[in-house]
């Protein structure tokens, strides 16, 4: 249990601090007498190097080690090898990093980098993390909680993304980069069993139809029992029922002139997730069940959520330094759920909901490449409309229905520049800067009805708690300012100052019956952020640092404030807050000989808020709780280590991967409440068989080997219509797997 990792944390964490961080001192004129000692290395250990990565954090492909941002990048064979099947485990490789699966849900994601994120997956509300699959941005974190499956690799940007990724990128950006189109002859088959019944299929494939016209496709289906039941009806709880599909067309037309169409679709049918009870019912004086993974419901296990876009993308190199690139794409997704918020047999506190959501985007970018300057522009235009109800049905008595719904509709343009001039052979600097205006109107309603209703039943309100239309415009301009100083050829130095920010909105759970001021505007919220960080490679690149020390001064941050009054729950959405976060990152892969390969990470974020005030509904009055606050799904302290060995044998080649990831005490909400959760170290361990002729592959995984007790999300509403309602989530428990795979 997480309450018994006293001397986990006290050992883990001082001893990452002290090889990263010491390393992370060095001066980098130690740079050249390291490779001078290299030079005295044995063979074996000189043929031993780190591998390039190459990297799209600024629109245009790079070495990692030559871009002035903190990002980290994992590569198709390092998901598979290291039994990465979901998004959300990325979070175990990139430091100060938070991605989880919401509360209630299966694949809508909660993400936060470095303090910064968005609790509340409402539609309306927006993420502070951009998601993006290839250069398509997902305006809306249901579906974000992707399954890995044609993947070529996963980048996380820490930090305000705001000049080249605009809006809502404030706290940093992951890009879900899939497998290119090359016009080879390609099939690869996996099949994947394991306990709680998994059994996961996948086949991609892609082949040139003529010369100049490539034609890709990859399908996948996830299937697993529940880690629970629900225990009043026998449904599964915490299962797993997906499939996914992509398509993909590029054609070249002239040397210089490119077509890509890509398609997928997502339709996940598990079950709805049922909350586990930290406190006996009130109502039923049911006791909360054994296992975490068990609840009990007076709803349909019913569940659904479809997401699926296109893309089209247009490449021309007018000559060897200029290229023009038009990105036109569309996405959707529809959810159809239900939450049982106090997880008993009774129908009271149920909430079926039903999201949708569609969003059309165009950019233009302009890239140039010349011998002292580079540089990305562009234009950006998004229109996206999400609407959804939800109802909340109390059972006192009589027993009624409060039904929150409405529409948002936004329009969004944006112009961008971003260059970087090499001012010497050593020194260079980085100006850009992007201009937003976003559109909003929304439409809000939250009607009160007699019995049990669903969203979208036909009815007739018997109370009108909120009515309302609102329009507002929200403008911003994001600068970056930076500088890059090679000191030799493996280490650089670099230093930026960048702003972001996430544009304001309406509360879609606005209740002027409560808070008569509910359906005015939340402003946009602002983060401008210092960074000075290094990027090296030593011993004749085999071993790699990099690190990064950030301070970040919040403004204006949105603060979601849900109180139970009088039977129901107040919602604010308010420009509450200030805060300052301030942290360091530490990265490294050494090759310590041709077969051994050891990796760590570091991240340290010091969140503290400096005012937070908001109208109390329950005591009508203004109140200040910076003193009781803390961030949420912001741990102090995050950390990794792993080992990869490579043992040669007669039959092929095997890799083997053990890692141990820390992370600290977390609380869910800002306020302080029963759910948050100790900090905890979850160990994993793999081998993947590669044949000798490259066509076979075998891989054992086991995950969360300790079967450590995760918390990750939770409803807390107290005394809410009679009831303790206080339920929580959890992460996986152990799992173990075993892939077979074929390709040629």
């Not at 993308?313 to 106090?342: C, L, M, Q």
């Amino acid at each position: 249990m997480a309450h018994n990792n006293k001397k986990t944390k006290t050992v883990f964490q001082p001893t990452l601090l002290a090889v990263l961080i010491g390393s992370a001192l060095i001066h980098p004129v130690m740079a050249e007498q390291a490779s001078n000692e290299a030079a005295a290395q044995t063979a074996e250990q000189e043929e031993a190097t780190l591998e390039v990565i190459q990297v799209t954090a600024r629109k245009t492909a790079e070495n990692l080690q030559q871009v002035p941002v903190a990002v980290t990048s994992i590569g198709a064979e390092d998901l598979a090898q290291r039994g990465i099947e979901n998004l959300t485990a990325v979070q175990a490789y990139s430091p100060n990093t938070t991605l989880q699966v919401s509360r209630g849900t299966n694949s809508t994601l909660t993400a936060y980098i470095r303090g910064i994120g968005q609790q509340d997956p409402l539609w309306g509300f927006e993420p502070g993390v951009g998601i993006y699959i290839d250069d398509v941005y997902m305006a809306r974190p249901q579906g974000a909680a992707m399954d890995v499956y044609d993947v070529e690799r996963i980048e996380v940007l820490r930090g305000p993304q705001g000049t080249l990724y605009g809006r809502n990128t404030i706290g940093g950006a992951v890009k879900y980069i899939t497998k290119p189109l090359s016009g080879d002859n390609e099939l690869s088959l996996r099949g994947t069993v394991g306990n709680y019944g998994q059994k996961d299929f996948k086949i991609a494939g892609q082949t040139a139809l003529t010369d100049k016209l490539f034609f890709g496709a990859a399908l996948a289906t996830l299937n697993r029992d529940g880690f629970g039941t629900y225990l009043n009806t026998g449904a599964e709880n915490y299962d797993k029922d997906i499939m996914m599909g992509r398509v993909s067309l590029q054609y070249q037309a002239t040397d210089n002139l490119r077509f890509s169409f890509a398609a997928d679709r997502t339709e996940d049918d598990s079950n709805s997730k049922g909350g586990h009870r930290l406190t006996p019912s009130l109502v039923t004086g049911d006791a909360p069940p054994e296992s975490v993974f068990d609840s009990n419901t007076s709803m349909p296990a019913d569940n659904s959520v479809v997401t699926e876009g296109q893309s089209l993308t247009i490449a021309w190199d007018i000559n060897s330094d200029w290229t023009v690139k038009s990105i036109t794409a569309k996405r959707e997704g529809v959810t159809d759920t239900n939450i049982d918020f106090d997880a008993t047999e009774l129908p009271s506190l149920d909430v079926p909901a039903f999201y949708e959501d569609e969003q059309t985007t165009q950019e233009l970018q302009l890239l140039f490449n010349g011998d002292k300057l580079t540089m990305a522009s562009g234009l950006y235009y998004f229109k996206g409309d999400a609407c959804g109800a939800f109802g909340t049905v109390l059972v006192q008595g009589l027993g009624v229905t409060t039904e929150n719904g409405g529409c948002v509709e936004t329009d969004s343009v944006a112009a961008y520049v971003q260059g970087s001039y090499q001012y010497t052979d050593k020194l260079s600097f980085t100006l850009g800067g992007r201009y937003t205006e976003d559109d909003k109107d929304a439409e809000v309603y939250r009607f009160v009805y007699l019995g049990y209703k669903r969203p979208r039943d036909a009815g007739t309100p018997i109370a009108v708690q909120s009515d309302f239309e609102g329009s507002e415009t929200f403008s911003h301009f994001s600068p970056r300012v930076g500088f890059e100083y090679q000191s030799n050829d493996n280490f650089m130095w670099y230093g930026s100052y960048t702003d972001g920010f996430k544009s304001g909105g309406f509360d879609m759970r606005g209740n002027q019956s409560i808070n008569p001021n509910a359906g005015d505007p939340y402003q946009e919220e602002t983060v401008d952020t210092f960074e000075l960080g290094f990027k090296s490679e030593w011993n004749d690149r085999t071993l790699r640092l990099n690190a990064a020390a950030f301070s970040s001064s919040y403004d204006d941050m949105q603060v979601t404030v849900q109180r139970a009054v009088n039977n129901t729950v107040a919602s604010q959405v308010l420009n509450a807050a200030s805060a300052d976060i301030r942290g360091f990152e530490v990265e490294m892969i050494s090759v310590l000989t041709n077969n051994l390969e050891l990796t760590g990470i570091l991240g340290y974020t010091d969140a503290k808020f400096n005012e937070v005030v908001f109208f109390d509904a329950a005591s009508q009055t203004n109140v200040d709780v910076s003193d009781v606050w803390s961030f949420a799904n912001t741990p102090e302290w995050t950390g990794t280590l792993g080992l990869k060995y490579t043992q040669s044998a007669g039959i092929g080649e095997i890799v083997y991967n053990v890692m141990g990831s820390y992370r600290a005490d977390t609380q869910i909400f800002e306020v302080p409440s029963v759910l948050d959760f100790g900090g905890y170290t979850i160990f994993n361990a793999g081998a993947t068989w590669y044949s000798n002729d490259g066509h076979w592959d075998l891989s054992a995984q086991v995950r969360n080997i300790g079967d450590k007790e995760t918390r990750i999300a939770g409803y807390n509403f107290p005394l809410l219509a009679g009831e303790q309602t206080i339920t929580a989530y959890y992460g996986d428990p152990r799992t173990y797997s075993l892939t077979l795979g074929y390709r040629f």
